[in-house]
């Protein structure tokens, strides 16, 4: 059995596109899926499955959740060993985190196509881009610098939509399911 870690994109965000954890995790089991767990309310889940064809097995949870819920639900999945080794190396140990930086991780559905320069920095110096590996960017928002950050929309213009960003706390929430 091979753990799995899945994240929907777009579900639960100001009452459109409602995605009730019990029944996403009823529907996974239903398909196949084993030790289905859901985390928050924002569309991660961990579960168990004999298939590692990861690309493949996001397609077909995608029709299946199309035909559940009537509306089309990006879905990312990476392994639970690649979260293991995300967390452990920790892209922000040397960020120094006060009550105005947030931390995110964004999961790219496909390889990211453009090459950054490492860090990247927004225009108005409250978002940086301090990693990018395989389809996993880490980032830090300073939310001191500016009152509209635009730390998200930057995220999509570099690399499309095909992308969903938690935050580091939610990561380490996953990671210990």
């Known amino acids: ?21 019990a029944e996403l995790k009823n529907i996974l ?19 168990e499955l004999k298939n590692d064809d990861l690309k493949a097995l996001e397609n077909k949870i995608e029709s299946v959740l199309a035909k559940s819920f009537g509306f089309a639900i990006p879905v990312i999945l990476i392994s639970h060993k690649q979260l293991t080794q995300l967390v452990n190396k920790d892209p922000f140990a040397g960020i120094d985190v006060h009550k105005n ?3 995110y ?13 490492i860090p990247y920095i927004s225009n108005d110096q409250a978002f940086s881009i301090i990693g990018v590996k395989d389809k996993i960017i880490a980032s830090v928002l300073d939310i001191t610098t500016t009152n509209t950050p635009k730390g998200m929309e ?6 499309g ?7 580091w706390n939610t990561i380490q929430k996953i990671h210990n399911c």
């Open 161 to 167: 939509k095909n992308i969903t960003t938690r935050n």
């Open 101 to 103: 930086i947030r931390l």
């Open 1 to 21: 059995m091979t753990k799995i870690v899945g994240f929907l994109r777009g579900i639960n965000v100001g009452g459109h596109h409602k995605v009730p954890m």
């Open 105 to 117: 991780i964004s999961f790219l559905k496909d390889t990211p196509k453009v090459k950054l320069a």
């Open 154 to 159: 930057d995220l999509e213009k570099l690399f």
């Open 29 to 47: 089991t239903q398909f196949g899926c084993e030790n289905v767990i859901t985390i928050l309310n924002s569309g991660n889940f961990v579960f």
